[in-house]
Nanobody, 121 residues
Framework: QVELVESGGGLVQPGGSLRLSCAAS????????MGWYRQAPGKERDLVAT???????NYADSVKGRFTISRDNAKNTVYLQMNSLKPEDTAVYYC???????????????WGQGTQVTVSS
């Protein structure tokens, strides 16, 4: 059983910062990539940022220069530092991991339960 647990969401004023964390636990053989998606009300779930085991990163254009993704491989944890937050960043942020629970398994996507980020004055 694999579990991803997010933390760090909340309410912040425009221009403020938040740091999200996501720890993967349980039966894990290897993790190929981790990252964050977000879903605003009435919209689809969109990619925010991803990071591979080799620290290769990818960001949505809307967050480049403001958000930074990082990872602690030893702790199976991914972080998202969000600076210069805007009201349009308001969404539920979901952590994901592309991982293999067992060496015989194919890699699959696993998701956290989501954490709310609200940017408002």
């Amino acid at each position: 059983q694999v579990e991803l647990v997010e933390s760090g969401g909340g309410l912040v004023q425009p221009g403020g910062s938040l740091r999200l964390s996501c720890a993967a636990s349980g039966r894990i053989f290897s993790i190929d990539a981790m990252g964050w998606y977000r879903q605003a009300p009435g919209k689809e779930r969109d990619l925010v940022a991803t990071i591979t085991t080799g620290d290769s990163t990818n960001y949505a254009d809307s967050v480049k220069g403001r958000f930074t993704i990082s990872r602690d491989n030893a702790k199976n944890t991914v972080y998202l530092q969000m600076n210069s937050l805007k009201p349009e960043d308001t969404a539920v942020y979901y952590c994901y991991a592309l991982l293999r629970p067992n060496y015989r398994d194919r890699a699959g996507n696993y998701w956290g339960q989501g954490t709310q980020v609200t940017v408002s004055s």
